[in-house]
Antibody
């Protein structure tokens, strides 16, 4: 059974870089899109971007180039980096697996991140 | 960005009821529409993809329909475990966007 587990600091200072890792266990990372989605009371569910096994990426333009998603299939990990964070980036961050057009089929449990001033 | 608008935002129901949630897209998304269920403190889970296809393991009391800009999620014979928040999401264009959610409460 494939599982996704997010890890990383739960508290980040304003203007710093948020870094999270998603560890994938129980299955291959091939042939999937690996997404990051965040959720906050103010913004609701917000898609941040994805990376495919080829390394191709697609990001939400609203993030104005602050986000980088990378893939390390040798370690079964996907990472998220978001630079220049503000309090608006306080949210629960989810790692999500997607198969083509069939929706976000598998979610991690989420990592709560607070940005402090 | 494609805006997704759900209604109602809140729905009060009883076990055994049939409930319908609607989701409208600001432009056509064909059938690239997915539905999720989220319980408090948990991640969302996929219920329906491509507007009407039931995800593996999801009970058949859940069904989805629609195309273009108008979609519905129907839950027949509501069970206690169905009380949750439901979200629609479009996969037609980037950026992927979600509705604001519909909370189904007792």
């Amino acid at each position: 059974q494939v599982q996704l587990q997010e890890s990383g600091p739960g508290l980040v200072k304003s203007s710093d870089t948020l870094s999270l890792i998603c560890s994938v266990s129980g299955g291959s990372m091939r042939n999937f899109y690996w997404n990051w989605v965040r959720q906050s009371p103010v913004r609701g569910l917000e898609w941040l971007g994805y990376i495919y096994q080829t390394g191709s990426t697609n990001y939400n333009p609203s993030l104005r180039g602050r986000v980088t998603i990378s893939l390390d299939m040798s370690k079964n990990q996907v990472s998220l980096k978001m630079k220049s964070v503000t309090s608006d980036d306080t949210a629960v961050y989810y790692c999500v697996r997607e198969v083509g057009d069939d929706g976000f089929g598998l979610w991690g449990q989420g990592r709560s991140v607070m940005v402090s001033s | 960005d494609i805006q997704m608008t759900q209604s109602p935002a809140y729905l009060s129901a009883s076990a055994g009821d049939r409930v319908t949630i609607t989701c409208r897209a600001s432009q056509t998304i064909e059938t690239y529409l997915n539905w999720y269920q989220q319980k408090p403190g948990k991640a969302p889970t996929l219920l329906i993809y491509s507007a009407s296809s039931l995800e593996n393991g999801v009970p058949s009391r859940f069904s989805g329909s629609g195309s273009g800009t108008y979609f519905t999620l129907t839950i027949n014979s509501l069970r206690p475990e169905d009380f949750a928040t439901y979200y629609c999401q479009q996969g037609y264009a980037s950026p992927r966007t979600f509705g604001q959610g519909t909370k189904v409460d007792i």
